[in-house]
C-alpha cells in the first residue's frame, strides 16, 4: 500500500522527536541542535533538557576512592543515617505521655498508582505495620485506632485499643484494603473526632492522615469541612496529613491549625522519614499560674499561701491510674472489653472486671488500667539521653581514654591511619568513630551512639 509522507512545511515543531526524548544518552552533540531546541538556553546545560539539568543525580554523590572501591563512600552514607536518627532533641520538655491517635489511611483509587513500587498501597500498608510496632514501643501508655477512606465514606477499621498484635492482623487482611472510589476527608476526620469524644483531655489527642489523592468528595449539607475544622481546634485533636500526590489547602489549614504538620512526600524513603517524625510524643503547654498554684498549694500542706489555714488547693491536671492483677492462664472467662470467653487476663483494681490486655481503660468503671513496666517505660522522652559529642583527631590523640566502645568493647579505628583530608566533620560524623558522652566522659562507637538514643534510652557510663 502507498504510504503517505507529510511534507516538510506540514510538520510541526513541537511534533519533531529527536535523539534526545529517546531512552539511553543524547546523541547529537552540545554544539549542534541544542541551541535551537527548548532545552537551550542562557545559563543551562546545552546537551540537557531543562528538567534533567535542574535533577540532580543521587549516584553523581557517590566517588569512588583511590584503589577504585565505593566501599568507603557506601559506609560514609549509612554514618550519616545512622548520625541523622541518633541527633535527637535533648531539651527536657513537657510531653504527652498518654497519647490517642487514630491513623486515618486514604483507600482511594489513587493508592493503585505505581510511582511507589510497586504500589502506593502496598508501600505505605508495609510502613503502617512497621510504624504501629515502633510506636508502641516508644509509647506504652497510648493507643491506635485505624479509619479508612473510601468511596466517599469513612470506615472504622480498628477501633482505640492498645494491642498491637490486633492492628497488625487486621493491617495483614489486605482483602478487606482493597482501595476503591474517592476519599472523603471530611467524613474522616467526624469519624475520628465521634471516637475521641469521650477521652479525657488529660491526654493527647492526635490523628495521623496518609492522603494519596489530590481532591476530596465530601458530603453537600450544612456542615462544611471548615466547621470540622473548628471542631477539631476547639476540642484540640492534633492532625498531622502526610500527603503523597502534592500540596493541598485544605491539608495545610487542617495541619497548621490544629497544631500538627504538613508534609508532602518526594519519594519512598521520605515518606517513611516523616512518618517516623510522629512516633516521639508531641510536646505539651500549660498555663504556668496553674502549675504554680497547684506547687505552691502541696508545699503548703493545703493551706494558702499566706499561712492562713482552711485555704483550698486548686484543681491539679492530674488523672487516676489503677495497676491491674493479672490472671494465671486457667479456665475460660468472661471479659468486660469484647464479651468474649478468654484465657488469662488482667482484673481491674477498682471494679473487678476483666480485661484482655493493658493499658486500657476500663469498660465497667472507665479507670485507665495500666502496668508498672509500661508506666516506667513512658518517662523515656522526659529525660532524655544528651548527644554524644564528636571527636576530633587532635581530642583522640590528646586524651588517655580506653581504645574500645564502652558499650560493646569494639575496637576504635587507629587515628594514625586516618588521612588529613578526610579528618573533617560532616553531618556530626565523627572522623574518629568515637562519640563521647558530656557527663561521663566514655566514648561510644557509632553503633551504640544509635542504639542508646533510639532503642535504650540510658548511657551505660552513667549508668554504672
Known amino acids: 500500500m502507498p504510504s503517505y509522507a507529510p511534507a516538510a512545511e506540514e510538520i510541526d515543531d513541537d511534533d519533531f522527536i529527536d535523539d534526545d526524548d529517546l531512552p539511553g544518552p543524547p546523541s547529537r552533540s552540545k554544539k549542534g541542535g541544542a541551541s535551537g531546541g527548548k532545552s537551550g538556553g542562557k545559563g543551562k546545560d546545552p546537551g540537557r533538557h531543562a528538567w534533567e539539568a535542574e535533577y540532580k543525580k543521587s549516584w553523581d554523590i557517590v566517588q569512588e576512592d583511590e584503589s577504585g572501591s565505593l566501599e568507603s563512600a557506601v559506609e560514609s552514607l549509612l554514618a550519616r543515617g545512622r548520625r541523622k536518627r ?110 475521641m469524644s469521650h477521652l479525657p483531655t488529660t491526654s493527647s489527642l492526635e490523628t495521623l492522615i496518609v492522603f494519596s489523592s489530590i481532591s476530596t468528595a465530601d458530603p453537600d449539607g ?19 496529613i ?75 491536671d492530674l488523672m487516676v491510674m489503677g495497676f491491674p492483677i493479672q490472671l494465671p492462664l486457667g479456665g475460660e472467662t468472661l471479659c468486660s472489653c469484647h464479651g468474649l470467653l478468654k484465657r488469662g487476663g488482667y482484673l481491674c483494681p477498682r471494679c473487678g472486671s476483666k480485661l484482655c490486655d493493658v493499658p486500657t481503660d476500663c469498660e465497667v468503671c472507665g479507670l485507665m488500667v495500666v502496668s508498672s513496666p509500661h508506666l516506667a517505660r513512658s518517662f523515656w522522652f522526659l529525660f532524655p539521653v544528651a548527644n554524644y559529642g564528636v571527636l576530633h583527631i587532635e581530642d583522640v590523640m590528646e586524651s588517655s581514654k580506653s581504645h574500645t ?14 588521612e588529613e583530608g578526610v579528618a573533617q566533620v560532616e553531618d556530626g560524623v565523627s572522623p574518629t568513630g568515637r562519640y563521647r558522652c558530656a557527663k561521663c566522659q566514655n566514648d561510644f562507637c557509632a553503633d551504640c551512639d544509635l542504639y542508646i538514643h533510639d532503642t535504650l534510652h540510658t548511657c551505660p557510663g552513667c549508668a554504672q
Open 86 to 195: 541518633a541527633l535527637m532533641a535533648d531539651t527536657p520538655l513537657r510531653r504527652s505521655i498518654i497519647r490517642h491517635m487514630f491513623i486515618i489511611m486514604d483507600l482511594s483509587e489513587s493508592m493503585m498508582d505505581k510511582d511507589y513500587r510497586p504500589t502506593r498501597f502496598e508501600v505505605v500498608l508495609g510502613y503502617l505495620r512497621s510504624y504501629v510496632v515502633e510506636w508502641f514501643d516508644q509509647n506504652p501508655l497510648g493507643q491506635i485506632g485505624i479509619i479508612i477512606m473510601r468511596d466517599r465514606l469513612s470506615e472504622v477499621l480498628v477501633p482505640m485499643g492498645g494491642n498491637p498484635q490486633e492492628i497488625l492482623s487486621v493491617l495483614s487482611d489486605k482483602r478487606r484494603l482493597e482501595p476503591s472510589g474517592e476519599p472523603s476527608l471530611q467524613n474522616g476526620l467526624v469519624m475520628a473526632k465521634g471516637g
Open 222 to 240: 450544612p456542615t462544611t469541612i471548615h466547621n470540622v475544622l473548628e471542631d477539631l481546634v476547639e476540642n484540640k485533636i492534633r492532625t498531622t
Open 242 to 316: 502526610l500527603s503523597l500526590a502534592g500540596e493541598i489547602k485544605i491539608c495545610r489549614s487542617i495541619s497548621e491549625r490544629t497544631g500538627g504538620k504538613f508534609g508532602v512526600a518526594l519519594d519512598q524513603d521520605h515518606l517513611k522519614d516523616l512518618m517516623w517524625e510522629t512516633i516521639p510524643p508531641p510536646a505539651t503547654t500549660i498555663a504556668p499560674p496553674i502549675t504554680i498554684g497547684v506547687r505552691n498549694a502541696l508545699s503548703a500542706a493545703g493551706k494558702n499561701a499566706s499561712g492562713s489555714g482552711g485555704g483550698k488547693a486548686p484543681n491539679g
Open 405 to 418: 566502645c564502652t558499650g560493646c568493647d569494639v575496637e576504635f579505628p587507629d587515628v594514625s591511619t586516618i
